[in-house]
């Protein structure tokens, strides 16, 4: 259907800053070295400009290369400056195409087109660096209707299809994500890396002066610079959450959801409906008591630049909302009105896990005078409250179709998978659950590409062999 096509010119811009990025080390230690002081090489100055040059050079030689067509039923690709290449990608294995649009795509008014397959692994299988949205389109629609149809004698007018549910966040959800993202837990060593490297910037000078003024009022400077760490991490996750789900909006078709999101750099993410695997409901410690969570999609395929994690699904609702929303989007996905819990005599395994870090702590008694041994029990106590948290936590339910699958890290998380969607099932009991005549659930399914496993522990022995003679019953 379409004539070979190259890219938008800004794609050369872009490859020619791809380059430069990945000479950019290079580039800056030659600066700062140079040729020396020898004036006969006073012209080697200029090598690192002739060089950008080249490169400049070299993303035009690229752009002009790349060219773009369908083909029959695949999609053609030929690229390569001094290799020429050839990639055909049946439309068949095409599971979806995401658009990507940064700042750059935004001021041409152009798209990144990210091509998923079945095979493709942990990412793209092919990437269109700049296209206008209209082409992208168009390119998307007609591998789609393609896919609809085994000929083109077939095919109908393509006609403007209108999502059958759209679901848009809210400002208010999306300063509450923001607010409670948990991301304070990754952003804080992130600070202290930071922070470390301002070593070779401020003189040595600097802390004995500082120090000096400092230690008259310790305590106070201390609390001070503690909590101003832990609100620059807390804003900084803030505004991670802002600029990655801002215009979030999800739109349901008929065969696929499409995800858009983004601030500065505006995402389309597609997921076939018949490609998802399951859905994960994800409670973090600071959503759980005000009764909201987070709903991540397991595909296999289709993430896009997600590729290799789950995608959102649903940033944040409230949880009694969840069955609402679920229905209109993906109604084979249900919260259940009850689950099965764990036996009771499960709960001092559950402690006894969750205690077992604190014999880390056992040095501290040679180090810590005999009075403050007390204060090693918070830690121990704060552990064994833990495990009574995750026992309670730790639930699953079947139905006629449908395996539920709850445990609790860091955060809580329901598994709701399909019986057909999932790979396997394991019931496994080790020497000491025999004992007590527990066993352990593990399932496994797709998820970009890969396996993902989910496991349940000390679940009582009856109840696991109804659960594995239900995955096992045709």
């Known amino acids: 259907m379409y004539k070979p096509t190259r890219l938008h010119p800004l794609a050369a811009g872009l490859s020619f800053l791809k380059l430069l990025k990945e000479w950019f080390i290079p580039l800056i230690i030659f600066f700062f070295i140079g040729p020396g002081n020898e004036t006969d090489m006073f012209w080697v100055k200029f090598a690192p400009f002739l060089f950008i040059g080249l490169l400049a050079v070299y993303g035009l030689i690229q752009w002009f290369r790349f060219t773009y067509h369908i083909e029959g039923d695949e999609l053609k690709i030929e690229h390569g400056v001094f290799v020429r290449k050839k990639r055909y990608i049946p439309q068949k294995r095409i599971q979806s195409i995401d658009y990507t649009q940064g700042i750059f795509h935004r001021f041409f ?209 409230k949880r009694k909302h969840l069955n609402r929303e679920l229905h209109k989007i993906m109604s084979g996905y249900q919260l259940p009105d009850q689950m099965n819990t764990l036996p009771r ?61 709850q445990s609790r890290g860091l955060s809580r998380s329901l598994l709701i998978t399909e019986k057909r969607r999932m790979q396997d099932f394991e019931v496994t009991e080790s020497f000491f659950q025999k004992r007590h005549q527990l066993t352990s659930l593990k399932t496994s399914i797709l998820s970009a590409g890969v396996g993902k496993a989910f496991r349940l522990m000390d679940v009582d022995r009856d109840e696991g062999k109804d659960v594995f003679n239900w995955y096992t019953r045709e």
Do not use: C
Not at 383 to 394: C, H, P
């Open 109 to 317: 008014k152009v798209v990144k087109v990210n091509i998923e397959t079945a095979g493709g692994g942990m990412g793209a299988e092919a990437s269109l660096a700049a296209i206008r949205k209209m082409d992208a389109d168009q390119l998307s629609e007609v591998l789609r209707d393609n896919k609809r149809t085994e000929s083109p004698e077939e095919s109908t007018p393509s006609t403007i299809e209108s999502p059958l549910y759209t679901y848009t966040l809210s400002m208010k959800d999306l300063l509450i994500a923001a607010s409670t993202s948990g991301g304070i837990g990754v952003m804080l060593p992130l600070v202290g890396t930071f922070a470390s490297q301002l070593d070779s910037i401020i003189p040595e000078d600097f802390y004995v002066i500082a120090f000096n003024w400092l230690s008259g009022f310790s305590w106070v400077i201390i609390a001070a610079l503690a909590f101003i760490s832990v609100f620059v991490a807390w804003f900084a996750s803030f505004m991670g959450v802002i600029l990655k789900y801002a215009n979030f909006q999800l739109k349901r078709y008929d065969d696929r959801i499409v995800i858009t999101r983004g601030l500065l750099e505006k995402r389309e993410l597609t997921f076939p409906l018949h490609r998802v695997q399951g859905i994960r409901i994800v409670e973090n410690v600071l959503r759980q008591p005000f009764g909201y969570a987070t709903v991540h999609v397991e595909s296999a395929g289709g993430a896009g630049p997600e590729a290799g994690m789950s995608a959102m699904l649903l940033p944040i609702i």
């Open 345 to 405: 005599r499960s709960m001092k395994r559950y402690i006894l896990r969750g205690v077992l870090p604190s014999v880390l702590l056992l040095p501290l008694l040679w180090w810590l005078p005999s009075s403050l041994w007390v204060l090693l029990i918070v830690p121990i106590a704060t552990l064994a409250l833990w495990g009574v948290l995750r026992y309670k936590d730790g639930k699953w339910f079947v139905n006629d179709k449908a395996f539920y699958i």
